[in-house]
């Protein structure tokens, strides 16, 4: 790969350790992909996750110096001292978990601690070179945004935030954003459950492809697009799509194709979505938790469950868990719908994933959630996975019918 | 007994030089649906259920997973020196090579010749990424 002078002198470790580690990791990167040189990223998004792998690249690059260039966001861990408040959350890997978060601290990044950056705290535009992990950002950023990042690993992410540089390869060129699979669509999607749905066969059945969905006449909301993007790259790996017409990048089918629409396709109708909900609705009776908010919720969303619950309770033997960013919070407390939810008995955390240690109180208890990517994950003795609607109504009632 | 000796170039992609029995899975890998005391991968539909990845040389396809859970399946399974002493691989992603990178695994890949055909389970595998040669010992 060809590199600047200043790049040599990053890879010589002329700029400190942490950088020179940094520049290595990426530069293995692109000679894997015989990428020709680095190219400038205006921002990032680091998949930080509170885990061993996270803790030991994150020290070796803040030890060694490194600062990020770019704007560098984060993903959520948890919010340690709430929990430990709360349960007897296992003291080891909370000690990593706040050693993670300290880490991104001294690497001067934006400790947004929210999967969905791309709605507030780090957001790039149409046509921004970035490297963007985390599984919905990804897809978000590729195709409802249109922007260019590869399907980065958090540390590739990092590595790029703190150089402020990616290896020109994959997605960043033009030739490879082309479409390889044919989706038709022949359902009428009526709301964000029914994305997460069509977001978890779609991955399934494609598993690494760069889909187009053709048929969709009504226009995905934000949540919509979110949960097709967090459901097709968790059960499958879907770093981009295409919606004619309502995503930027390509106007028609040829042209998401490039020109070469392949013959074979598959396609979506009522059944598959309903054969989805049927696989994925597994625990019925009594539940003891409901898990909102994988990925994050957004206000909106928030101002959802507050509608849900108004003047509600929530049944004695149910924990009610909303998980969402610092952001959406401070403006869902702001505009009431914490105060709604909370007098219902349920409770809103920010900063926190519902993949983490964090949730060990609720290991063999059955819950529900209207993630399927929340049930991937296997946490939890049972989890049934339905709509919004469905599981507030279970956490009323205090059982799944 | 006739010992039957290959010599095969490769690309290197993560250096370093490794040796070990073969294990050939078809299927791509998640580390982290491994026992990170054991190496044994639990993922009960695959192919290699039940087997032991650590300090085998690892031929596959490629990776699967999120990006998160792939890296630390394969830190913590180096943390205890149960990793695979190398990985050959067909495709390569952004993923499995930061997955390397981290455990310290060489890793290469553009095998002169069909992996899957010419190595089995249970050969002898010597990988110098350095040299991006592969080395095959059958008895």
């Known amino acids: 790969m060809h590199l600047t002078k200043e790049e040599e002198e990053m890879l010589k470790g002329e700029l400190g350790q942490g950088t020179q580690t940094a520049i290595e990791l990426l530069v293995t990167i692109g000679d894997a992909y015989d990428a ?16 061993e792998g996270d803790l030991y690249f994150v020290e070796l690059l803040a030890n060694g110096g490194a600062k990020c260039r770019v704007p560098t966001s984060t993903n959520p861990v948890y919010d340690i001292e709430y929990f430990e408040g709360l349960f007897k959350a296992p003291r080891k ?41 985390e599984s919905s950002a990804t897809p978000y950023v590729n195709s409802v945004i249109g922007a260019r990042t590869n399907r980065e690993a958090a540390q590739s992410a990092l590595a790029a935030g703190i150089i402020g540089r990616t290896p020109e390869y994959g997605l960043q060129l033009t030739e490879n954003r082309k479409a390889t699979v044919l989706v038709k669509v022949e359902v009428d999607l009526n709301n964000e459950f029914e994305y997460s749905l069509l977001g978890q066969y779609v991955g399934r059945e494609i598993g690494y492809a760069i889909p187009v969905l053709a048929g969709i006449s009504k226009h995905p909301s934000t949540e919509d697009f979110i949960n097709f993007c967090a459901m097709a790259n968790t059960s499958g790996a879907i770093p981009m799509f295409y919606i004619p017409g309502f995503t930027p990048e390509a106007e028609t089918v040829e042209e998401a194709f490039q020109g070469d629409v392949p013959p074979d396709r598959i396609t979506v109708t009522h059944s598959e979505l309903e054969q989805m909900r049927q696989e994925l609705q597994t625990a019925r009776g009594e539940i003891d938790f409901v898990l909102l908010g994988c990925p994050h919720y957004t206000l909106k969303q928030l101002g959802e469950v507050a509608r849900l619950l108004k003047g509600k309770k929530i049944h004695s033997g149910v924990d009610f868990w909303v998980c969402t960013s610092a952001t959406a919070e401070l403006l869902a407390k702001r505009t009431g719908y914490i105060d709604i939810i909370e007098k219902a008995g ?56 | 007994m006739r010992t039957l000796m290959t010599k095969l170039k490769c690309h290197r992609i993560v250096g370093g030089y490794g040796e070990g029995e073969a294990l050939v899975s078809y299927e791509p890998i998640c580390f982290y649906l491994t026992d990170p005391k054991t190496g044994v991968i639990r993922e009960k539909t695959h192919e290699l259920s039940g087997k032991s990845v650590a300090n085998k040389v690892l031929v596959f396809p490629s990776g699967k997973a999120s990006s998160v859970v792939q890296i630390d399946g394969l830190f913590k399974l180096a943390s205890r020196n149960l990793a695979p002493k190398a990985m050959i691989v067909k495709d390569v992603e952004t993923v499995l090579i930061v997955s390397a990178v981290i455990a310290k695994v060489p890793l290469v890949d553009r095998l002169e010749k069909d992996p899957f055909e010419v190595i089995h389970t249970g050969d002898l595998v010597k990988v110098n990424a350095e040299k991006c040669l592969v080395t095959l010992i059958r008895k």
């Open chain 1, 93 to 133: 890997e909370a000690e990593v978990a706040r050693k993670v978060m300290e880490g991104y601290k001294r690497l001067g990044a934006i400790l947004s601690w929210s999967c969905l950056p791309y709605l507030a705290e780090n957001i790039p535009l149409n046509g921004e070179t970035v490297a963007f992990s």
């Open chain 1, 36 to 51: 020709e040189k680095m190219i400038p990223i205006s921002r990032a998004h680091a998949a930080s996750s509170g885990q």
């Open chain 1, 346 to 401: 349920g409770r809103v955390v920010a900063d926190t994933c519902i993949d983490e240690p964090c949730w060990t109180v609720y290991k063999e208890k059955t819950g529900m959630t209207d993630s399927p990517k929340c049930a991937y994950y296997r946490r939890f003795k049972e989890v049934a996975v339905a709509d919004l609607e469905d599981c507030t109504k279970a956490a009323i009632k205090g059982k799944n019918e």
